[in-house]
């Protein structure tokens, strides 16, 4: 199967560890037309950006010795079902694999235990520790044989990884032990001990830790399958005035589409005809539902609630809002932050550090150890081997990144990489843009003041002309309320807008200034001193007056006021409890801005900012230090959404905001702001704890493998409890990663 490929995921199988990883990735960057790959090893997938073949692709990673085969697409039931199949097929045999390799290890543990003879002593005892060895190799051969089919690959391919330091430990400890019961003269009379239970034993922990990690790993997914779950299968569509269910996947563009009471939105579209409330909780963590009527959108995946509505198709299969955003979710659980990169870079120098920390350690035994020597060095150098498998550190970032970003995506808050999951976890300041961020971003005409011959129904006419043309959130004002009024919107000529400050326009025959008071003072416009003193008492209740020149004297006064959102104080509280400075842009007049960032418990503001100002804002606070997000929501906060070390885009605004953002809040709330924030500090948190515990257990076990106590105190480490120790370290982070399964983002504060 051959096709041209922008964006393609594939499954992955037989790696083994986090040097897999660094592997896959480098073969896969350096074929022509790849951009990036990028690997999730908890996963077992890798996405790889750029134009390629899939054939070249698969090829590049079975050069290596794995297998790989496209993912199906999430629509593909058969496949997944197929995929999940595959899963618990593959759990089954893990199981059986370790009943076999226990089933012989354990009870040979408990006869040494009891202090049954495991030397060769004499031509009996080496007829049964001979029969022991046959069923030892038969164990390795059934159950171990994955370890040593991989590792026979990374050897063609001058490589080594986990499979390799398990097959060197296990198949050490077996050539020895059948040396010694085929020719025991060969080896000193205290050295004929046999290590066949150590074989066995360390197959079926192995197997065991691989079982108890499939089984953990399938619950780190739970948030994507939800997501995925919302996806209806069927929609009732209006065709020739019947309705007709259909498969999803027939929906068009445009078609006409009827939603009862109960059902789930199948794709996204704009209501023709009806009134409900939907609960859009699902994919904005929003609980409250929200009211729908003509010309409302409605998005795939939400529950329509109350009414029966009949809406058309604006966007279908992968284009939907829901296909976007479980998209969004899967690249970002594949991606990782820079700290987990560290791990990969060590990872790919590991095993064959730890080989040949093996062979020193088993050299310095056979030099200088006591007798027996011999026996001495091969456990020393089969517990290295074993302790130091590297799967703790493959699964140590990723489990907790797919985790934390499914989390995440459950509070209706999508990241984009794991790299903006990091830089938000570390944020001291956040810049808030005013309008539709602090504020409802929905402005009302509150007063319209006439200062000269005109009445105050020509002042709002002659505004709402001219602000048409304008697409700022208080032209929208304006025009509304003129619309209201049933006011005539005349056309207007040599439209303007002069950023920051308002528009200019020629309407009925006359030049119109209205905007702010720095663009009157621009244009030498007089302003009395007690209309100023009148538009300052208005601006410090939180309103914006916006001021009419016609033909270059002042005419009168339009005032709006834009709410601040009713959990915005609450939201920026919790910001602040989390040690973020807050700081406030907006393009209103300082009395204005002082009041909204008063009320709303802002700790710094900036006024008459111009939408090119704002990058340099967010770039002057990052010179003095600082670490900044930057959250807002209109095409004009773009460039310093791109410029903040963490972007925010409220998911309510424009696309091009979210386009430029890390990060994107699906409701207008701020909270969703504080969730972010909180649930990167705790997967960041949890990283950390994953990677210290790798980190710790294989920098402190391999000196004790190795024999460092044995001098001091008589202790070697048993391969049999390096190998418990290893299988049941994997299991330990992944059970750590999940941890954040349970973790209440609205409970830190």
Same mark, same amino acid.
């Given at each position: 199967?051959?096709?041209?490929?922008?964006?393609?995921? @594939?499954?992955?199988?037989?790696?083994?560890?986090?040097?897999?990883?660094?592997?896959?990735?480098?073969?896969?960057?350096?074929?022509?037309?790849?951009?990036?790959?990028?690997?999730?090893?908890?996963?077992?997938?890798?996405?790889?950006?750029?134009?390629?073949?899939?054939?070249? /692709?698969?090829?590049?990673?079975?050069?290596?010795?794995?297998?790989?085969?496209?993912?199906?697409? =999430?629509?593909?039931?058969?496949?997944?079902?197929?995929?999940?199949?595959?899963?618990?097929?593959?759990?089954?045999?893990?199981?059986?694999?370790?009943?076999?390799?226990?089933?012989?290890?354990?009870?040979?543990?408990?006869?040494?235990? @009891?202090?049954?003879?495991?030397?060769?002593?004499?031509?009996?005892?080496?007829?049964?520790?001979?029969?022991?060895?046959?069923?030892?190799?038969?164990?390795?051969?059934?159950?171990?044989?994955?370890?040593?089919?991989?590792?026979?690959?990374?050897?063609?391919?001058?490589?080594?990884?986990?499979?390799?330091?398990?097959?060197?430990?296990? *198949?050490?400890?077996?050539?020895?032990?059948?040396?010694?019961?085929?020719?025991?003269?060969?080896?000193?009379?205290?050295?004929?001990?046999?290590?066949?239970?150590?074989?066995?034993?360390?197959? *079926?922990?192995?197997?065991?830790?691989?079982?108890?990690? /499939?089984?953990?790993?399938?619950?780190?997914?739970?948030?994507?399958?939800?997501?995925?779950?919302?996806? +209806?299968?069927?929609?009732?569509?209006?065709?020739?005035?019947?309705?007709?269910?259909?498969?999803?996947?027939?929906?068009?563009?445009?078609?006409?589409?009827? #939603? !009862? +009471?109960?059902?789930?939105?199948?794709?996204?579209?704009?209501?023709?005809?009806?009134?409900?409330?939907?609960?859009?909780?699902?994919?904005?963590?929003?609980?409250?539902?929200?009211?729908?009527?003509?010309? =409302?959108? #409605?998005?795939?995946?939400?529950?329509?609630?109350?009414?029966?509505?009949?809406?058309?198709?604006?966007?279908?299969? $992968?284009?939907?809002?829901?296909?976007?955003?479980?998209?969004?979710?899967? !690249?970002?659980?594949?991606?990782?932050?820079?700290?987990?990169?560290?791990?990969?870079?060590?990872?790919?120098?590991?095993?064959?550090?730890?080989?040949?920390?093996?062979?020193?350690?088993?050299?310095?035994?056979?030099?200088?150890?006591?007798?027996?020597?011999?026996?001495?060095?091969?456990?020393?150098?089969?517990?290295?081997?074993?302790?130091?498998? +590297?799967?703790?550190?493959?699964?140590?970032?990723?489990?907790?990144?797919?985790?934390?970003?499914?989390?995440?995506?459950?509070?209706?808050?999508?990241?984009?990489?794991?790299?903006?999951?990091?830089?938000?976890? $570390?944020?001291?300041?956040?810049?808030?843009?005013?309008?539709?961020?602090?504020?409802?971003?929905?402005?009302?005409?509150?007063?319209?003041?006439?200062?000269?011959?005109?009445?105050?129904?020509?002042?709002?006419?002659?505004?709402?002309?001219?602000?048409?043309?304008?697409?700022?959130?208080?032209?929208?004002?304006?025009?509304?309320?003129?619309?209201?009024?049933?006011?005539?919107?005349?056309?207007?000529?040599?439209?303007?807008?002069?950023?920051?400050? *308002?528009?200019?326009?020629?309407?009925?025959?006359?030049?119109?200034?209205?905007?702010?008071?720095?663009?009157? !003072?621009?244009?030498?416009?007089?302003?009395?001193?007690?209309?100023?003193?009148?538009?300052?008492?208005?601006?410090?209740?939180? $309103?914006?007056?916006?001021?009419?020149?016609? =033909?270059?004297?002042?005419?009168?006064?339009?005032?709006?006021?834009? +709410?601040?959102?009713?959990?915005?104080?609450?939201?920026?509280?919790?910001?602040?409890?989390?040690?973020?400075?807050?700081?406030?842009?907006?393009?209103?007049?300082?009395?204005?801005?002082?009041? #909204?960032?008063?009320?709303?418990?802002?700790?710094?503001?900036?006024?008459?900012?111009?939408?090119?100002?704002?990058?340099?804002?967010?770039?002057?606070?990052?010179?003095?230090?600082?670490? #900044?997000?930057?959250?807002? =929501?209109?095409?004009?906060?773009?460039?310093?959404?791109?410029?903040?070390?963490?972007?925010?885009?409220?998911?309510? *605004?424009?696309?091009?905001?979210?386009?430029?953002?890390?990060?994107? @809040?699906?409701?207008?709330?701020?909270?969703?702001?504080?969730?972010?924030?909180?649930?990167?500090?705790?997967? @960041?948190?949890?990283?950390?704890?994953?990677?210290?515990?790798?980190?710790?257990?294989?920098?402190?076990?391999?000196?004790?493998?190795?024999?460092?106590?044995?001098?001091?105190?008589?202790? /070697?480490?048993?391969?049999?409890?390096?190998?418990?120790?290893?299988?049941?370290?994997?299991?330990?982070?992944?059970?750590?990663?999940?941890?954040?399964?349970?973790?209440?983002?609205?409970?830190?504060?």
């Amino acid at each position: 199967m051959t096709q041209n490929l922008n964006n393609t995921e @594939l499954l992955i199988e037989g790696a083994g560890c986090a040097s897999c990883v660094t592997k896959i990735e480098g073969a896969l960057k350096q074929l022509p037309g790849v951009t990036a790959a990028q690997m999730n090893f908890a996963d077992r997938t890798v996405i790889v950006e750029g134009k390629g073949e899939s054939s070249e /692709l698969i090829t590049a990673i079975e050069k290596l010795g794995y297998h790989a085969a496209l993912k199906p697409g =999430d629509s593909d039931d058969a496949a997944e079902a197929e995929r999940a199949e595959a899963d618990r097929s593959y759990y089954r045999r893990l199981l059986r694999d370790t009943a076999i390799g226990l089933g012989l290890g354990v009870p040979l543990m408990i006869y040494s235990l @009891l202090g049954g003879e495991m030397s060769i002593n004499s031509g009996g005892e080496q007829f049964a520790w001979l029969v022991v060895g046959i069923i030892t190799f038969a164990v390795m051969v059934y159950s171990g044989r994955h370890f040593y089919t991989g590792a026979w690959q990374s050897f063609k391919h001058h490589s080594a990884n986990m499979d390799t330091l398990i097959a060197l430990g296990t *198949g050490t400890a077996w050539l020895y032990s059948m040396v010694v019961v085929l020719v025991p003269t060969l080896v000193p009379a205290l050295a004929r001990h046999v290590y066949f239970e150590a074989t066995a034993m360390i197959i *079926g922990l192995i197997n065991l830790g691989l079982a108890l990690e /499939l089984k953990a790993r399938g619950r780190t997914s739970e948030a994507i399958k939800r997501l995925i779950g919302l996806q +209806p299968k069927t929609a009732r569509v209006i065709r020739d005035g019947q309705e007709v269910d259909i498969a999803i996947e027939d929906v068009g563009l445009g078609d006409q589409i009827r #939603v !009862r +009471p109960g059902e789930k939105i199948p794709v996204d579209g704009e209501v023709q005809q009806g009134k409900t409330t939907v609960d859009e909780s699902m994919l904005t963590g929003e609980p409250v539902p929200v009211e729908k009527t003509d010309g =409302d959108t #409605v998005v795939a995946g939400t529950i329509n609630k109350t009414g029966s509505i009949i809406f058309f198709a604006t966007r279908v299969g $992968k284009d939907t809002a829901l296909a976007q955003i479980i998209a969004m979710v899967k !690249r970002a659980q594949n991606s990782k932050p820079p700290i987990g990169r560290l791990a990969d870079v060590i990872s790919a120098y590991f095993v064959p550090a730890i080989m040949i920390i093996a062979v020193a350690s088993a050299l310095l035994w056979l030099n200088f150890g006591p007798a027996p020597a011999v026996a001495l060095a091969v456990v020393s150098a089969t517990t290295v081997l074993i302790i130091a498998c +590297p799967c703790a550190l493959g699964l140590a970032t990723p489990m907790s990144v797919m985790v934390g970003v499914g989390k995440a995506a459950e509070a209706g808050v999508l990241i984009r990489n794991g790299e903006a999951l990091q830089s938000a976890s $570390k944020l001291t300041t956040m810049v808030l843009d005013k309008t539709g961020t602090i504020t409802e971003g929905a402005p009302k005409v509150t007063d319209v003041i006439s200062l000269g011959s005109l009445q105050q129904r020509d002042i709002l006419q002659l505004a709402a002309s001219v602000e048409a043309a304008s697409e700022h959130p208080l032209a929208a004002a304006v025009v509304e309320a003129g619309i209201k009024r049933d006011l005539d919107i005349s056309f207007v000529s040599d439209f303007i807008a002069h950023a920051g400050r *308002g528009v200019s326009a020629t309407c009925n025959g006359k030049h119109i200034l209205f905007g702010n008071e720095k663009l009157l !003072r621009d244009n030498r416009v007089e302003i009395y001193q007690e209309v100023i003193e009148s538009a300052q008492a208005m601006a410090k209740q939180a $309103k914006t007056p916006m001021f009419m020149a016609i =033909d270059g004297i002042l005419a009168g006064l339009v005032v709006v006021a834009d +709410p601040i959102k009713t959990d915005s104080v609450s939201a920026i509280s919790r910001l602040k409890k989390q040690g973020i400075h807050i700081v406030m842009l907006t393009g209103d007049n300082r009395a204005t801005a002082e009041a #909204v960032a008063k009320q709303a418990g802002v700790d710094e503001f900036y006024a008459e900012v111009l939408p090119e100002d704002k990058a340099n804002t967010v770039k002057t606070l990052q010179e003095k230090g600082e670490i #900044v997000g930057m959250t807002g =929501d209109g095409i004009n906060d773009a460039p310093a959404l791109a410029m903040a070390d963490a972007g925010f885009a409220i998911g309510t *605004g424009t696309d091009v905001a979210i386009e430029s953002a890390d990060v994107t @809040l699906m409701r207008g709330s701020l909270h969703g702001l504080a969730d972010a924030i909180v649930i990167s500090k705790a997967t @960041l948190r949890n990283i950390k704890q994953n990677l210290f515990g790798a980190f710790i257990y294989n920098t402190a076990g391999i000196p004790v493998a190795a024999g460092l106590l044995y001098p001091f105190f008589g202790i /070697l480490l048993s391969p049999v409890i390096a190998g418990a120790a290893m299988a049941f370290s994997s299991l330990t982070v992944v059970s750590n990663a999940n941890r954040l399964r349970f973790f209440k983002a609205q409970q830190e504060v």
